[in-house]
């Protein structure tokens, strides 16, 4: 009978099986499996972009090899290169025999191209050179013909080391040109620290210490350097020695003695930007350590403000205090006292100048007022000073021309008034006067040269009280400093005073003081100063007059900036045609000074 045959179980069992079979080979190549190689060597999967590179390196080894035929044997086998190491995986390490493919690795994308098989496809990016082979490229930029040496010898070990013969190492052959290394070859990078090891241009110069430059010496190395106290530079100088005297107190009947004497000075001086200050002061403080008894101090500070106004308008002001006891030379001086009562002064002016061209212009307002103390007797009692306490106003008017910026001749006038605390004095006379000058002078600014000032005119004070003749006089002022040559420095100095008195039947008299000073830099730490002075005192309504000579000097050797060994000799005369006024004193000091 004839037809198809019921189908059996067996049959369709196999069907089944084939049927599976077939999906599982369908599945397993869509999904391809990687390779033992690759899992045991290269550690991980082959990429598209590899098996790409891989055949395209395959292609140019064939096109060279049938360029090396074509050359001919001889050619092939003097441009192959001798023993050159192959891996055990093609396409393991990028081509050594072109500089195009040095770049080439299993991790870069393809060249995008249509046929991956093109014989030469555009080249990829080069890759980006490191930074220590940037920074070697630089150096060797950098070097100049007279180390050609130096860049020849760097050129051989770079070679030497991206060689891979030399090196036994994977990467690039250095074919020798210049054109490889621009195209992006990726030779073997240096060192960091080969850049900090090349060789120095023997013909450089040694880069001397900072200790070892020239120094501008200072003109005075011994001078103070000053502290700095707000936007002030203060200097002060401590003088501490022995004084040997022939005379104590400088009177008629003093005598010898050895004396302590301390002596404190300082000076500050602003560091404004556009005005200026500056303050002075001394004390100079006495004790017996033999002989005559002395006990006494007297000092002086002083400021001077300078302001600069709008349209050449300047203002200058001043004050001062001093104390000093009364001398005993002095003709006010009270007989059989313990110690001379002490005088104290309080001053002050204000100043303003005004420049118009060539003209100068100055008006000053002063204020000086005196004060003493009374005065201890040898008996236990004191001495009232009360009717010696006086105030002085005086204004002073001042008009110069500037001849030449050195030279500035000037006339000035005065007027003012002494008042007196108590009107009438303890004789019953009325002290109080009237004060009237005129003089002319001359202003120098030579620079360090020659500045300052003097005049010559005169002076008048007209006492209230009709009784008492006026004190008047010539007079002289004078203000110099010259210098010669370097470290040396001549000063002079004139003063005219009108010493009042409450003695009774006189009126005072008319002090004339010179001072012609030396000071000279004989070393750097040896300075030598000397003194002259002269005083001319001219007693009012009589022909009596004293005549003092003074001579000094002195020699002050510096240990070192801060401390120096000091001393000087010091000889004074006063002469004089009343009774019981001459005397002369000698005297010796030796001490130390101390500055900062």
């Known amino acids: ?15 089944a099986v084939s049927t599976l079979l077939l999906a599982a080979s369908v599945l397993a190549l869509l999904r391809p499996m990687p390779l033992h190689a690759q899992e045991t060597e290269l550690r991980g999967e082959v990429s598209e972009s590899a098996i790409l590179s891989d055949q395209q390196r395959k292609v140019r080894q064939m096109s060279r090899a049938r360029a090396q035929d074509l050359n001919g044997p001889a050619t092939a086998t ?17 081509d050594e025999t072109d500089g ?22 555009s080249p990829p990016k080069p890759r980006r ?51 490889e290394d621009q195209d992006g070859a990726n030779r073997r990078a240096v060192t960091i620290d080969s850049v900090d090891k090349q060789k120095l241009d ?21 001078a103070a350097t000053g502290i700095k106290v707000g936007t002030f530079v203060f200097r002060p100088t401590l003088e501490q020695g022995f004084t040997a005297t022939s005379n104590a107190d400088a009177s008629s009947g003093g005598t010898s003695a050895v004396l302590s004497e301390t002596a404190l000075r300082f000076s500050a001086t ?51 205090y001093e104390a000093v006891p009364e001398s005993a030379s002095s003709p006010d001086a009270i007989a059989g006292v313990t110690s001379q009562p002490l005088r104290q002064t309080v001053d002050g002016s204000l100043g303003i100048e005004k420049d118009v061209g060539k003209m100068r212009y100055a008006l000053t307002g002063a204020i000086t007022h005196d004060f003493y103390g009374d005065a201890d007797l ?51 006379y009325e002290r109080s006067s009237t004060r009237l000058g005129a003089r002319a002078g001359l202003e120098l600014d030579m620079d360090d040269k020659l500045s300052g000032e003097f005049s010559v005119g005169w002076l008048r004070e007209a006492i209230d009280d009709d009784r008492l003749p006026a004190n008047a006089g010539p007079y002289v002022n004078a203000d110099l400093k010259w210098s010669p040559e370097r ?13 009042s008195t409450t003695t009774a039947g006189e009126s005072g008299d008319v002090l004339y003081s010179g001072r012609l000073t030396g000071e000279r830099q004989v070393r750097a730490n040896l300075t030598a100063n000397s003194a002259l002075g002269l005083d001319w005192r001219d007693y009012t309504g009589s022909d009596g007059h004293d005549l003092i000579l003074s001579a000094e000097a002195g020699l002050t050797w510096w240990l070192n900036r801060y401390a120096g060994l000091t001393t000087r000799v010091r000889t004074e005369k006063l002469n004089s045609n009343l009774a019981g006024r001459d005397y002369v004193a000698n005297s010796i000091f030796l001490g130390l000074k101390v500055q900062r």
Do not use: C, H
């Open 129 to 179: 050179t490191s930074t220590a082979k940037q920074r070697a490229d630089d150096a060797d930029k950098k070097d100049t013909a007279g180390n050609k040496k130096t860049k020849a010898a760097d050129k051989k070990k770079t070679k030497q080391q991206t060689d891979p013969t030399a090196t036994g190492t994977t990467t690039t052959a250095d074919t020798g040109t210049a054109g």
């Open 78 to 94: 003097a441009d192959a290169p001798a023993d050159t190491y192959s891996p055990a995986s093609p396409g393991a390490v990028p």
């Open 378 to 428: 040898s008996d236990g009692t004191t001495l009232s000073q009360k009717d010696r306490d006086s105030t002085l106003y005086s204004a002073t008017l001042r008009t110069g021309y500037q001849v030449s910026p050195a030279i500035t001749p000037f006339v000035e006038v005065e007027a003012g008034r002494r008042v007196y605390d108590l009107r009438l004095d303890s004789n019953l």
């Open 487 to 499: 470290g040396t420095i001549v000063g002079l100095t004139g003063r005219t005073t009108i010493e």
């Open 100 to 121: 195009t493919a040095a770049n080439d690795s299993i991790f870069d994308q393809p060249a995008a191209t249509d046929d991956p098989f093109v014989e030469n496809p």
């Open 270 to 320: 602003s560091d404004w930007r556009e005005n200026s200050a500056t303050i002075d002061g001394y004390g100079i403080f006495r004790n017996t350590v033999s002989g005559q008894k002395i006990n006494d101090a007297q000092g002086r500070i002083e400021g001077q403000l300078n302001v600069d106004l709008d349209n050449e308008l300047r203002a200058i002001a001043k004050l001062g």
């Open 202 to 222: 023997p013909g450089a110069e040694r880069t001397a210490s900072i200790e070892g430059q020239k120094i501008k010496p200072e003109d005075d190395p011994f």
């Open 1 to 15: 009978m004839t037809g198809a045959q019921p189908e059996t179980k067996r049959g369709r069992t196999g069907k």
